[in-house]
Every structure is written in C-alpha cells, then in structure tokens.
C-alpha cells in the first residue's frame, strides 16, 4: 500500500527533554486519522513535524512518497494545513485572502479562479466573498480557514482543532465538511472532542509522554466500549450464587447502600440479560433496574493516558 503521509521512528527533543519517542504513523487516501493527546502529550509537535515546520530529532517522514526533509518544498505541494488559530488577515475580504493564498501556492489566472470558486463552494464560503473576514462568525472564520487548507487540492489535509470555540450548529457542519474531506483527501483530524472522533474519523491514533499508545481503527475501538457488565436493581436482595450460576456471568459485586443494587461482570460474547430477568422473575425479586454499563471513549482515553508508557 501506498501511503500519503508515512513517518517512521520520529524523535524530537528540547535540550535534554524528549517531546517525542519513537512515534510512527501512516495516513491513506480516504482516511480520516484521529489525534489525541493530554496536554503536554507531543501532539502539537508531531503535527508540526509531519507539516515541515519543526524538523524532528531524528526519524524520516515522506508525503506522498517524497521525503519531507530532503526536499521540502516538493512534499508541501501535497500538504495543507490548518493550526489551531486560522491565520487569517481580519482586514481583508474573503475573496482577497484566498486570492492572496492561492497565489502563495503558484496558482494564477483561470486556474486560480476555479481553485478559489471550488474551495469557496466546499465550505459554503459563495455568498461571503466580498465581506471583510473580521466582521464574520468565528464558524465562517473556521471555514475560511480550512477553505486556505485545501485551496490547491492537496492530498493531505492536516486540522487541528478545527471546530474549538464553535456552537453546536457550527460544529455540525464543520464535522459534515470533515467527512467531505475524507472523501477525496487524507485527513489528519487533531482534536480534544472525543465524540467527534466517532462522528468523523475511521482510524484513532492516542499518544502520551511523546509516545504511541493506541493506534486502532473506530470499529475495534467501539468493539472495546460494548457492555461487558449490567446494573441490577430489585426490591428484594437476589442470590449471588443464583447469578454466578448464569453462562457468562464472571463475578457479581453488591454496591454499598441501602438499596439492593448489583454489578453483574460478563463475558463480551455472552450477554446474561435475558436469564438475569428471567431469574428475577422466576424469584420474584421484583425487578427494578437491569441496564448495560458502556465504556464511553473518554474513559478509555483515560485509562490510557494515566497509565506510564511502555518502553521500547
């Protein structure tokens, strides 16, 4: 397979701390790769490594094929990027700084044209362009940004914390533009949102300390957020050893308190639900509560992030 962004064993270091370890990553056309991190995690500078603007410590790092540090110039013809602040021109029009933009990327005449009416009409820009972009929503502000991104139809689009600040309705089309994106570009999705990795993205990426944590797809990653225990509430108190005896049932915890309330531990292919109530029933316990417990993306975002990363 061939790969538009592959970086390989990238180290960065600050004097004598080390920002990033050993981190390796691939990105493919029609992938949208989720990147997270805590704080502090590496995250900011391992984008800016993959973009050119930081050089690393040591490792190699090809766009499309071309390596980033040997000819720089070659490989961000593919690359387009939008950092956390748009880095916008307040006192031009729409149209003046993609003008401006595109011809930063060697675009003129006709071919300019149809670049800025394209980019314009991918992030619902047409009925702004003569408005001066400081006196525009930050949501068209975020999309004029992302608009400069993808002007010179990149194969690579790099978006970091595209939709931060922004309302509900903002981020909404912000996160259908993303998934446009994905559809004819490699996208490189930076983000703190957690549910906007499941909204958008088709592959998750977690770093901490500067080293990689989780690299998996959002289908193996919601297979790990399936139930794998139940609440159970009744009027009566229930038989532990009853419900020990269920197929599936791994351990039973009673939560403290007044109420009769239990945890019930199953297997992930065995879902006990069924014959838990039917027990209940059969022993008139008086059913009051029998629902899953889900593990959310936040939660095993941080499992992961508090655990020490593995050397290797």
């Known amino acids: 397979m061939s790969y ?8 960065r270091y600050y004097g004598d701390a080390c920002a990033v370890a050993d981190l390796s990553l691939t990105l493919s056309k029609g992938e949208i790769l989720g990147f997270l991190g805590p704080n502090g995690a590496g995250k900011t500078t391992t984008m800016q490594m993959l973009c050119g603007n930081l050089a690393p410590s040591a490792g190699q790092i090809r766009v499309h094929g071309i390596d980033l540090l040997e000819q720089p110039k070659a490989a961000k013809r593919y690359l387009g990027y939008l950092p956390e602040t748009p880095p916008l021109y307040r ?27 394209n980019a314009k009409a991918r992030c619902g ?35 970091d914390e595209p939709t931060v600040g922004l309302d509900p309705i903002q981020i909404r089309e912000i996160r259908e533009l993303i998934r446009d994106l994905g559809r004819e ?49 009744t009027k009566r ?21 007044e109420r009769f309330r239990y945890q019930v531990f199953f297997a992930k292919d065995k879902n006990p639900a069924e014959a838990i109530a039917a027990l209940a029933v059969e022993r008139g316990l008086g059913l009051l509560e029998l629902s899953p417990v889900k593990r959310s993306i936040e939660q095993i975002f941080v499992d992961i992030t508090q655990q020490e990363p593995t050397l290797q």
């Open 4 to 11: 538009l962004i592959e970086a390989q064993n990238l180290y």
């Open 91 to 117: 006192e031009l029009t729409v149209d003046e700084y993609l003008t401006y933009c595109g011809r930063l990327h060697g675009l003129k005449g006709q071919a300019l044209r149809l670049a800025l009416d």
């Open 125 to 159: 820009l047409g009925e702004v362009g003569r408005r001066l972009i400081g006196n525009l929503s930050k949501g068209f502000q975020q999309r004029i940004g992302i608009a400069q991104a993808i002007l010179h139809s990149p194969q690579v689009v790099v978006l």
């Open 185 to 233: 570009h490699a996208v490189l999705l930076s983000t703190h949102i957690l549910p906007e990795v499941q909204a958008v993205c088709s592959r998750v990426l977690i770093i901490h300390k500067g080293r990689l944590a989780l690299n998996a797809t959002v289908a193996e990653l919601e297979r790990n957020l399936r139930a794998s225990s139940l609440i159970l509430e």
């Open 237 to 257: 108190p229930a038989d532990l050893d009853a419900l020990m005896a269920i197929d599936g049932v791994q351990s039973v915890a009673q939560e403290p308190g």
